[in-house]
């Protein structure tokens, strides 16, 4: 392949995939390539359902599409799609096979093939390659390249975007190094860190998110015990960070795809290798255990007659300022007082309202009614939510209404409580 004739495609168009393509697509021609019909209608008229991209995103350059047939042309393909888990919390590389069986019937000789999704030390080269082998016939670093480049999307109002920070690359051999660093050179105005191999690359984007979810987990597991000698967390935080080697993380409720993920991806090959981890799991059972936990603390507040009670709650996405409703411990916060048939009502003003209608069968508000709340929860502190500021969000409830203020937002002395 002739570097300057690169012709990319981009499998997977959510918060890693899109950037990418129109990043790209300023340098390069661009296949965008999703399987969600509904995502590429949407993309083909400039609409952006993830709001990462806030101006239009027209290019001449890109072709976004469903059609398997379209990535034909390509010689650059980079795989972008979600790696989630089961229910058990096992590893989900359903949407990763399928697009590497994909590409793999268009993969010619010169070919690069680039892996962006978050997976296991070992799994590209012990998954993927395999089926890339079979498939298009092909043998690695004679006729085609392999590669891995770990997303650092940060989704959400983040100055941490894909341009502007740093960006590890690896690949099978030098030569398909060299490739991978002048394509990705153009778009990445910060460092291209080049590690030795594609394990070591899949191995430092698994601990970027296991080491924050350890970090919160224990930020949690003080706040719990400081609330049961009523210390105020908020205010022992900045006292403690007030030494210069302080690490700044604050308590909170930990989902979403990727910190709320990659522990089990990380203790998935721990077990395969027979080892038993006993940090990095005992972080993620804190951090599962904390909605429930929210939920024992409104418990102990509510009268005995719970019918007549309503609560309200800001936020339901899995952080601050972003649509995504996945893995979302705000929703499994709700589901907890639905369940004890708790009047409960839920308002987020950037969370799409029919995909959560159709994930969990709520409703949300579009607009908030005055004084006919006896409790309002402070879920996630959008920027719109926090906008309405705290005098009004009391003017929601009843006189005597109690708020919960997980993300400490507030003074303590102005809420009910708080985590």
Request: glycine share 4%.
């Amino acid at each position: 392949m002739k570097k300057k004739k690169a012709k990319i495609a981009i499998i997977g168009l959510g918060y890693v995939g899109l950037p990418l393509a129109v990043e790209f697509s300023k340098y390069f021609n661009v296949v965008g390539y999703d399987r969600d019909k509904k995502r590429i209608a949407e993309l083909n008229k400039n609409f952006d359902r993830t709001k990462e991209l806030k101006k239009k995103i027209i290019s001449k350059n890109i072709k976004y599409s469903t059609k398997s047939s379209n990535l034909k042309n390509c010689n650059v393909f980079i795989v972008t799609v979600p790696t989630p888990v089961f229910k058990d919390k096992k590893p989900d590389l359903r949407n990763l096979i399928s697009a590497t069986k994909n590409l793999s019937r268009f993969l010619k000789k010169g070919d690069l093939v680039v892996y962006e999704s978050t997976v296991y030390p070992g799994c590209i080269e012990e998954i993927c390659l395999p089926i890339i082998k079979k498939i298009s016939n092909l043998i690695l670093n004679e006729d085609f390249f392999l590669g891995y480049s770990p997303e650092r999307i940060d989704p959400g109002a983040s100055k941490y975007k894909l341009k502007n920070q740093n960006k590890i690359i690896s690949a099978s051999n030098t030569k398909g190094l060299k490739i991978i660093n002048f394509i990705y050179k153009k778009i990445i105005k910060k460092k291209l860190f080049k590690v030795s191999n594609i394990k070591t690359a899949e191995a430092s984007k698994i601990i970027e998110n296991s080491q924050r979810d350890i970090n919160i987990a224990f930020m949690n597991e003080i706040a719990v015990i400081f609330n049961k000698m009523n210390i105020n967390t908020k205010e022992v935080l900045k006292a403690a960070g007030s030494k210069w080697n302080f690490l700044k993380f604050k308590p909170g409720l930990v989902g979403g795809h990727c910190v709320g993920v990659d522990p089990y991806y990380l203790t998935h090959k721990a077990k395969q290798l027979g080892i038993k981890t006993k940090v990095i799991l005992s972080g993620r059972e804190i951090n599962d255990y904390i909605p429930k936990y929210i939920f024992f603390e409104i418990k102990k507040n509510l009268p005995i007659n719970k019918k007549k009670i309503k609560v309200l709650m800001l936020g339901l996405t899995f952080k601050e300022n972003c649509p995504d409703i996945r893995n979302s411990k705000a929703i499994e916060l709700f589901q907890f007082l639905r369940k004890k048939n708790i009047r409960i009502d839920a308002y987020d003003p950037i969370a799409d309202k029919s995909v959560t209608m159709n994930a969990y069968k709520i409703k949300l508000l579009k607009k908030i009614k005055y004084n006919i709340y006896d409790f309002i929860i402070l879920a996630v502190s959008h920027k719109k939510i926090m906008s309405l500021g705290l005098k009004k969000i009391k003017k929601f409830g009843k006189k005597n209404c109690k708020i919960f203020d997980i993300k400490s937002a507030f003074n303590r002395k102005d809420v009910f409580w708080q985590l």
